[in-house]
């Protein structure tokens, strides 16, 4: 059973940086996607950054430059690192996983398809 698990939310002022982590666990990292989301209170759910197993990445427009996405193999861990980060990127933020590439992996990949999430982890920026 597949289970993901985030930490390293928390509050911080603007400009100010925040590292997030998803422990995974119960699968095969082979021809799997990993992705961070968003959901801000009254939004729709919206893709962050996604990563795929050979390590090819994308990010969504509003945090290229400012936001990493990575993976450790070694434990299973997928990471985001935020920095500059603004107001506008409070929010709950999710670790997802699709198995597969058939409906790709970026950000453009319909949330709907990734059938593993996990429960969450608060961040909020305030100015």
């Known amino acids: 059973q597949v289970q993901l698990v985030e930490s390293g939310g928390g509050s911080v002022q603007s400009g100010g940086s925040l590292r997030l982590s998803c422990a995974a666990s119960?699968?095969?990292?082979?021809?799997?996607?990993m992705g961070w989301f968003r959901q801000a209170p009254g939004e729709e759910r919206e893709a962050v950054a996604t990563?795929?197993?050979?390590?090819?990445?994308d990010y969504a427009d509003s945090v290229k430059g400012r936001f990493t996405i990575s993976q450790e193999n070694a434990n299973n861990t997928l990471y985001l690192q935020m920095n500059s980060l603004k107001p506008e990127d409070t929010a709950m933020y999710y670790c997802?996983?699709?198995?597969?590439?058939?409906?790709?992996?970026?950000?453009?990949?319909?949330?709907?398809?990734?059938?593993?999430w996990g429960q969450g982890t608060q961040v909020t920026v305030s100015s």
């Open positions: 997802a996983g699709l198995r597969g590439y058939y409906y790709g992996c970026d950000r453009l990949t319909p949330k709907t398809r990734f059938a593993y």
């Open positions: 119960g699968y095969s990292r082979s021809s799997f996607c």
């Open positions: 990563i795929d197993t050979g390590g090819r990445t």
